[in-house]
């Protein structure tokens, strides 16, 4: 089956712009997750959605929001972009509600670049 | 911030077992301890996760110390395609899909 498709998979805004950034989950997956990775920061958790509800969030200013759609589907979206949002975003999908015998699927990345 | 400790970077022969430690004495009753890794420029991969016991797949094995506090990826026979950063990470069971990453260790795999 299809893997996790994030769209698109290169982007160059400039300072001030906003962005949108789209992820397909693996089909079947509720659980859609956004982080960011930079060389500075690594690997940082942005939210997470699960049916339509956002159920976890990580310490980002509000510039940075997302949504799911109903067909499980989430976009992201970053507002006044500044240069430090330049960024590897990856989007992860999962099958169940919980921790218990889950794992992540990720995609390979929107790298974002801000000039 | 990550609640697990590794070493920053590893050196591993080819055909070798790999060996990855991981630190992780704060861990609660519910929290599982899973890996990941990142080959370059790529997403992360989930190799393999456990809650106390050792576990085995196709990929690796874990061992988790009886007190928890520490555990171990075994990769068998590392290949170059190993090459890789590897993460542990703790997850509270329940919280759904949200995986806070540490530094990782940077495995690098030598002919």
């Known amino acids: 089956k299809a893997g996790v498709t994030q769209t698109p998979r290169y982007l160059i805004k400039t300072r001030g712009q906003q962005v949108t950034l789209s992820c397909s989950p693996i089909?079947?997956?509720?659980?859609v997750s956004w982080y960011q990775q930079t060389p500075g920061q690594g690997l940082q958790f942005l939210f997470e959605?699960?049916?339509?509800?956002?159920?976890n969030k990580g310490n980002f200013p509000g510039r940075f929001s997302g949504r799911q759609f109903s067909n499980s589907r989430s976009e992201m979206n970053v507002s006044t972009l500044e240069l430090g949002d330049s960024a590897l975003y990856l989007c992860?999908?999962?099958?169940?509600?919980?921790?218990?015998?889950?794992?992540?699927?990720f995609g390979q990345g929107t790298r974002l670049t801000v000039v | 911030d990550a609640k697990t400790t590794q070493p920053p970077s590893m050196d591993c022969a080819e055909g070798r077992a790999a060996n990855l430690p991981c630190n992780h004495s704060?861990?609660?009753?519910?929290?599982?301890v899973y890996w990941y890794r990142q080959i370059h420029s790529q997403g992360p991969q989930y190799i393999i996760h456990?809650?106390?016991n050792n576990e085995t797949n196709e990929m690796a094995s874990l061992i988790i110390t009886e007190d928890r506090k520490s555990s171990t990826l075994i990769l068998p026979h590392a290949t170059l395609r190993d090459t890789a950063v590897y993460y542990c990470?703790?997850?509270?069971?329940?919280?759904?899909?949200?995986?806070?990453f540490g530094g990782g260790t940077r495995l690098m795999v030598k002919p």
């Open positions: 704060t861990i609660s009753g519910n929290e599982y």
């Open positions: 089909s079947g997956h509720r659980s």
């Open positions: 992860a999908s999962s099958s169940v509600a919980s921790a218990r015998n889950t794992e992540a699927f």
């Open positions: 456990g809650l106390k």
């Open positions: 959605y699960f049916s339509e509800t956002q159920r």
């Open positions: 990470i703790v997850v509270i069971y329940n919280a759904g899909n949200m995986l806070t």
